[in-house]
T-cell receptor
Framework: GAVVSQHPSWVICKSGTSVKIECRSL??????MFWYRQFPKQSLMLMAT?????????EQGVEKDKFLINHASLTLSTLTVTSAHPEDSSFYIC?????????????FGPGTRLTVL | AQKITQTQPGMFVQEKEAVTLDCTYD???????LFWYKQPSSGEMIFLIY??????QNATEGRYSLNFQKARKSANLVISASQLGDSAMYFC???????????????FGAGTRLAVHP
């Protein structure tokens, strides 16, 4: 398999602050990473596709100025939730495209649970 | 448009028995991949098994097998000899395969919650 890590695993912040979540590929280089959001008892919703060295591609309805994505290296992508509000509270999970896997399977990180007070 | 349907919100199975989780899909693309992921209560999405649309044989991976029926557009996951640790949410997903270097996004189903009873 392939290992993807995420940090932090959970974060609690005050409304109006910014929160940065890191997603790292530990044993492979990930030219493409993905950020998902998941509400309780629901499926994953793709927020954006992060490509190393270029701007992220956001899904329709996702505010790119609120969810800043930076893919500065082949092993690290970051998601910054700017001026977080309680409605941003959710489970955020990243994945990476693994080119050595069948059909470039995506492997996921353990997720980050964000709670905004 | 692509769509994944998982009609079973919840399933129960006795430990050591086999269980089938249903997944049907809709696509007009000739080339696609089907994936199953497991999400335990910890939240991590664990890749289980992959089936390509052109694969002649059903995929197997340990206790997991994929019952792929292309004409019916179904890709059911079969878990044999269920274990307590199999209790989790299971998601079926699909992605159009592009051989020109592009990469399409994964489309997920709503998921099925499996509970394994001792």
């Amino acid at each position: 398999g392939a290992v993807v890590s995420q940090h932090p695993s959970w974060v609690i912040c005050k409304s109006g602050t910014s929160v940065k979540i890191e997603c790292r590929s530990l044993d492979f280089q990930a030219t493409t990473m993905f950020w998902y959001r998941q509400f309780p008892k629901q499926s994953l919703m793709l927020m954006a596709t992060s490509n190393e060295g270029s701007k992220a591609t956001y899904e329709q309805g996702v505010e790119k100025d609120k969810f800043l994505i930076n893919h500065a290296s082949l092993t690290l992508s970051t998601l910054t939730v700017t001026s977080a509000h309680p409605e941003d509270s959710s489970f955020y999970i990243c994945s990476a495209r693994v080119k050595r896997a069948p059909a470039d399977t995506q492997y996921f990180g353990p997720g980050t649970r964000l709670t905004v007070l | 448009a692509q769509k994944i349907t998982q009609t079973q919100p919840g399933m129960f199975v006795q430990e050591k028995e086999a269980v089938t989780l249903d997944c049907t899909y809709d696509t007009s693309d000739p080339s696609y991949g089907l994936f199953w992921y497991k999400q335990p209560s910890s939240g991590e999405m664990i890749f289980l098994i992959y089936q390509g649309s052109y694969d002649q044989q059903n995929a197997t991976e340990g206790r997991y097998s994929l019952n792929f029926q292309k004409a019916r557009k179904s890709a059911n996951l079969v878990i044999s000899a269920s274990q307590l640790g199999d209790s989790a949410m299971y998601f079926c997903a699909m992605r159009r395969l592009m051989f020109s270097g592009g990469y399409n996004k994964l489309i997920f189903g709503a998921g099925t919650r499996l509970a394994v009873h001792p």
